[in-house]
């Protein structure tokens, strides 16, 4: 496989990616963070790193935007909930 196939598959499965993460509404970063170790911030923020190294300049909430399908604060009062206790003991006992 030449490097623009495999460039355009990646590219694919990511976006295949993101707009599962937008359907799954559900899915609270904080327990993709205590599952997966990434969420979907962490995502956003790959994101822009990647437009930075290509000199690109990006704000990290015009990342969290693209990334989302909204602005941050927008997507956050229609779909993140409360963390549950359990869920900010174990982030806190595996990223604090």
């Given at each position: ?6 460039t ?28 997966a ?32 399908g909204?602005p ?12 549950s ?12």
């Amino acid at each position: 496989m030449d490097d623009a196939t495999r460039t355009e598959l990646e590219a694919a499965a990511f976006r295949r990616l993101r707009d599962h993460l937008r359907e799954r509404t559900d899915v609270q970063n904080i327990d993709m963070m205590n599952l997966a170790g990434f969420c979907r911030n962490c995502l956003s923020r790959w994101y822009q790193e990647a437009a930075a190294e290509r000199g690109i300049e990006m704000t990290k909430d015009e990342g969290r935007e693209i990334f989302y399908g909204m602005p941050y604060d927008e997507w956050r009062a229609r779909h993140q909930t409360e963390a549950s206790d359990e869920s900010r003991a174990a982030f806190a006992k595996s990223h604090g």
